[in-house]
Nanobody, 123 residues
């Protein structure tokens, strides 16, 4: 079992930055890949970024590539999403999710989810 808690969301102006954190419980966190997903109002949840168990491999949606950076600290059981050059279209609830094994961009392949944290980018 893995429990995930996101934090770090808030209100920021366009062009600003935020860093989201995803804190996990459990001693085997390093065996789980972690993804960040987001859901904007009236839209389906979409993939944003994923990181492998060791942190050596990452992947991003085209919409965030070059602006967002995912990283992890397995000693702290935490995954981060550094978001720079934020745009109003980045406004969404951001969720982290974990799956045992390798990373995926398909949300249906994730077993554990956090409750989400709101990110609002004003123009």
């Amino acid at each position: 079992q893995v429990q995930l808690v996101e934090s770090g969301g808030g209100l920021v102006q366009a062009g600003g930055s935020l860093r989201l954190s995803c804190a996990a419980s459990g001693r085997t966190f390093s065996r789980y890949a972690v993804g960040w997903f987001r859901q904007a109002p009236g839209k389906e949840r979409e993939f944003a970024a994923v990181i492998s168990r060791s942190g050596a491999s990452t992947d991003y949606a085209d919409s965030v590539k070059g602006r967002f950076t995912i990283s992890r600290d397995n000693a702290k059981n935490t995954v981060y999403l550094q978001m720079n050059s934020l745009k109003p279209e980045d406004t969404a609830v951001y969720y982290c999710a974990a799956r045992y094994g390798s990373g995926r961009s398909n949300e249906y392949e994730y077993d554990y989810w956090g409750q989400g944290t709101q990110v609002t980018v004003s123009s």
